[in-house]
């Protein structure tokens, strides 16, 4: 019996040591949390709205274990461990950063980005000393950071990215002699880059994109052997790039576009052998493209248009095995286009559109077979045919503009690939003949455009089956015979359709494409999803009418059957079309009455039935009391309030019945009789002795029976 109690109390013993031994390392896992930091963080939380750690914080007092927050211990020393990362990214807060802040001062890590908080950032920030990432990003900041970023003698990374900061970059932006990473981009800072002189050993990513700075660039800047990116666009830096440029050994990204930048592109690149992505569009640059650009093996994406470049592709592309994007378009370019391009492999985006090349679209380009987007537009290219025998074999191609090329050619009849392609716009080439059959393979077509052609003949009956068809483009060509049923049928026109804006991506090329307009302006296209879904038919030989069935096309936005010689009535159907926006049937010969139902149309904001034989009243509800009367004109037929202010005005003092309509008309009539009759009779009495006034007593007979 006493060995068993004995036993026993082992037991008891050893359960106690592992009791303590669990409740120890639970303290080890959860540590307490500094009353300072504690208070500092209630503080805090108490100046913010909108997130759901607002409740959890301000009624729990173990802030280690808090979401969003890392405590750690501080030089082993056996107290409450400190606040040491604050990471509230994306959490929904409001309002703005407490003078509290400043009491952390162990903290290390600071990430606030993607909230909505607003005001000046305290002064008190610049007494978190330890600080080495800081992530302000994505909020609504504003005023100047000198005094918050002063003495931040640790920092490694600052993106104060996307708010609304202002003032000069000051030199205390680099009070670190450690930091390598500079994100501003996107706020209000003004004059130049001379702040950061004192960043120049260590900094490798600068970033300042879109704000309100000028200048050149300073000469230190090309002294920063160990930066790897740079990115000022979207700001008024003007001047030249030094030669000093080719010094940036390290250097794999340069984006300078969106500036004021001039004169030749220094031709250093021989030394940048890491480049892999420069972006300099939309700036003054001239003369030629750099030869050394050759050199850049690992060059990726490299963009220049909208410039002023000029002379030939002088670009050896077959040293360029990684290239993927290639924009050199609205330059001065010229001579043809360089055959060693078909030895990009990876070549996805190719845009030269708006130079001045000329010749013929090398037949190698059927090798580019990771080729997506390609724009040729606005050139003096010749071939059509061959151009377009050779593409078809670019499997991924999905975007294809050649418009304003191969003049007065004929379109070629016998092709077959082309089953990736969506956009298709071969407009303003005054092509000859018909609409191929060969379209109808290009079962992904989203946009064909073949307007300012010469095509004739009718649209084939077969476009009804192009399923993912919405924007038909045909102006201005000799097309004939009836507007087929057909498109009636494209089903993404009836009914919204999963692939209807799905767009192509470019890559960061702003405009897809340009389109000359009947007037003198230039619409401009992003991507796919730009384009509305539209059925363009104006400047044709169309005839026959408008069938019923038109009202099936409940997805159309703009409908222009303009400048045709279409007969008949407006379908009352068209009121069906209940997303229509423009709606144009000017210059045919339509008659009959406008359709009261049009007035439902709750969306269209430009409306013309102009020059046709309509008749009857026009519609008074709606969106028709915003249309002007030159969206009537031409119709002697046609009465309304806009075209008839004078009964309008009669008919504005209150409602009107029968008899009191019937009162006002013979009230006016007599008026105008008795005007007539005292008219001719003061004829008459003047030249009674002359034939003239036998003349004028007949007319007087005859108004006065007309008048009785």
């Avoid at 003949?433 to 307007?451: A, T």
């Avoid at 009718?458 to 483009?473: H, T």
């Avoid at 009391?625 to 806009?642: D, H, I, K, R, V």
């Amino acid at each position: 019996m006493v060995m068993k109690s004995n036993s026993m109390t082992l037991c008891q013993w050893v359960s106690f040591i592992c009791l303590v031994r669990l409740i120890m390392g639970l303290e080890a896992i959860s540590p307490t949390c500094n009353a300072n930091d504690l208070l500092a963080l209630k503080q805090f939380v108490g100046n913010l709205t909108g997130g759901s750690i607002i409740s959890a914080w301000v009624n729990d007092h173990a802030c280690c274990q808090w979401d969003g927050i890392v405590c750690e211990g501080i030089n082993n020393v056996s107290t409450a461990s400190r606040v040491t990362k604050l990471i509230l990214r994306d959490k929904g807060l409001k309002g703005t950063i407490s003078q509290s802040i400043g009491h952390l001062d162990q903290l290390q890590v600071i990430d606030l980005s993607c909230n909505h908080l607003e005001g000046r950032l305290p002064a008190e920030f610049s007494n978190l000393q330890q600080l080495i990432h800081v992530d302000l990003s994505n909020n609504m900041l504003f005023g100047s950071v000198l005094e918050a970023f002063t003495g931040l003698t640790n920092v490694h990374s600052l993106n104060i990215s996307s708010n609304s900061f202002s003032g000069q970059i000051d030199t205390q932006i680099c009070s670190s002699r450690k930091i390598h990473t500079i994100d501003i981009s996107v706020n209000h800072f003004t004059h130049g880059l001379e702040g950061l002189h004192n960043c120049a050993s260590s900094l490798q990513r600068l970033h300042v994109d879109d704000n309100s700075l000028s200048g050149q660039l300073p000469d230190f800047i090309y002294s920063m052997h160990s930066l790897e990116q740079i990115s000022i666009s979207g700001n008024s830096f003007s001047g030249q790039l030094s030669e000093d440029l080719g010094k940036l050994s390290s250097l794999q990204n340069l984006a300078i576009s969106g500036n004021r930048f001039s004169g030749p592109l220094p031709n250093v690149f021989g030394n940048l052998t890491q480049l892999q992505h420069f972006v300099s569009h939309s700036n003054s640059f001239s003369g030629p493209l750099p030869s050394t650009l050759s050199l850049c093996s690992k060059l990726e994406v490299l963009v220049l248009r909208n410039n002023s470049l000029t002379g030939p592709i002088n670009i050896e592309f077959s040293r360029l095995s990684n290239l993927s994007v290639l924009d050199l378009a609205s330059n001065h370019l010229n001579g043809v286009l360089p055959s060693s391009l078909s030895s990009c492999q990876k070549l996805k985006i190719l845009s030269l559109a708006e130079n001045k090349l000329t010749g013929e679209v090398p037949k190698t380009f059927s090798d580019l077979t990771s080729l997506s987007f390609l724009s040729l537009s606005d050139n003096y290219f010749m071939n059509l045919s061959m151009t377009l025998t050779a593409l078809q074999r670019c499997e991924n191609l999905t975007t294809l503009i050649l418009a304003k090329n191969f003049q007065s050619e004929t379109f070629p009849v016998n092709l077959t690939g082309f089953q990736s392609l969506r956009i298709l716009a071969i407009g303003s080439c005054a092509l000859h003949g018909q609409i191929p059959d060969w379209l109808l393979n290009c079962k992904k077509l989203q946009v064909l455009d073949l307007s300012w052609n010469h095509l004739d003949g009718s649209i084939p009956a077969w476009i009804g089956q192009m399923e993912n068809l919405f924007y038909l483009d045909f102006p201005n060509n000799s097309f004939s015979g009836e507007i087929p049923k057909g498109l009636t049928q494209l089903k993404s026109l009836i009914s919204p359709h999963l692939d209807l804006m799905d767009s192509v991506a470019t890559n960061g090329i702003p405009i897809l494409y340009r389109k000359k307009n009947q007037g003198p302006s230039i619409l401009q296209y992003h991507d796919a999803s730009s384009f509305p879904p539209a059925i363009l038919l104006s400047y044709n030989r169309f005839h026959g009418t408008i069938c019923s069935e038109i009202g099936r096309l409940k997805q159309v936005h703009l409908l222009d059957l303009s400048r045709n010689n279409i007969t008949g009535t407006i379908p009352d159907s068209v009121s069906e079309m209940v997303n229509l926006e423009e709606l144009d049937l000017s210059y045919n010969d339509l008659y009959g009455e406008i359709p009261p139902s049009l007035s439902r149309l709750t969306f269209l904001s430009t409306f013309s039935v102009a020059y046709n034989h309509l008749q009857g009243p026009i519609p008074s509800g709606g969106q028709f009391l915003t249309f002007a009367n030159s969206s009537f004109e031409g119709n002697p037929g046609l009465c309304g309030a806009l075209l008839c202010p004078s009964i309008s005005a009669l008919t504005n003092f209150g409602p009107a019945n029968a008899s009191t309509t019937e009162a006002m008309s013979r009230f006016w009539l007599a008026f105008l009789c008795s005007f007539a009759f005292f008219f001719v009779l003061c004829f008459y009495f003047c030249l009674s002795n002359t034939l003239t006034g036998r003349m004028a007593w007949c007319l007087y007979s005859s108004m006065h029976r007309f008048c009785n």
